[in-house]
T-cell receptor, first 112, second 108 residues
């Protein structure tokens, strides 16, 4: 079945540690996105990538980093510089030239 | 600045009681109006895309409509399984701008 797989589903991080969230898609989509969701707020864009080896900052990129070495994969690293990392992280993908996005099931990150 | 506002924030309906959710927007260069359904702890599930004023889309008990300034998601004779948060988003140049959602609860 085609889809977007995010792992892990739950992730716990100690303060000061970097963590990497995985996102893999087998939809053959060119564009991939990372959003953050907090209670009472709309999804906010962290980073997006339209082609391999290229990515752009979204509205809240500070404290995050990404890579796009393969079309299928778009991992997100939450660094220790991110001051409030506890949130629900969503990965999405879309066909080139369209913004209609399809989402994975999310990773809930908690800082302990 | 691109903006999406959804109302109401929460809605409780009796099973079979039809209603509508609203999504008003301001965006430069609209590239579609999107509706998603999100269950607790899950990723958003795509429902509809609308591109031009006057367009309508239907799926089971849901019907989405679009004007130049807002969209409505009409729910006809809802069932408890329709309980979820419904998200509205507008397409910008490179990504989607989301509203905060309407949390729908359908009581048996």
């Amino acid at each position: 079945d085609g889809g977007i797989t995010q792992s892990p589903k739950y992730l716990f991080r100690k303060e000061g540690q970097n963590v990497t969230l995985s996102c893999e898609q087998n939809l053959n989509h060119d564009a991939m996105y990372w959003y953050r969701q907090d209670p009472g707020q709309g999804l906010r864009l962290i980073y997006y990538s339209q082609i391999v080896n290229d990515f752009q900052k979204g509205d809240i990129a500070e404290g995050y980093s990404v890579s796009r070495e393969k079309k299928e994969s778009f991992p997100l690293t939450v660094t220790s510089a991110q001051k409030n990392p506890t949130a629900f992280y969503l990965c999405a993908s879309s066909i080139m030239g369209r913004v209609e996005a399809f989402f994975g099931q999310g990773t809930r990150l908690t800082v302990v | 600045e691109d903006q999406v506002t959804q109302s109401p924030e929460a809605l409780r309906l009796q099973e079979g009681e039809s209603s509508s959710l609203n999504c008003s927007y301001t965006v430069s260069g609209l590239r579609g109006l999107f509706w998603y359904r999100q269950d607790p702890g899950k990723g958003p599930e795509f429902l509809f895309t609308l591109y031009s004023a006057g367009e309508e889309k239907e799926k089971e008990r849901l019907k989405a409509t679009l004007t130049k300034k807002e969209s409505f998601l009409h729910i006809t004779a809802p069932k408890p399984e329709d309980s979820a948060t419904y998200l509205c988003a507008v397409g910008g140049a490179n990504n989607l701008f989301f509203g905060t959602g309407t949390r729908l609860t359908v009581i048996p």
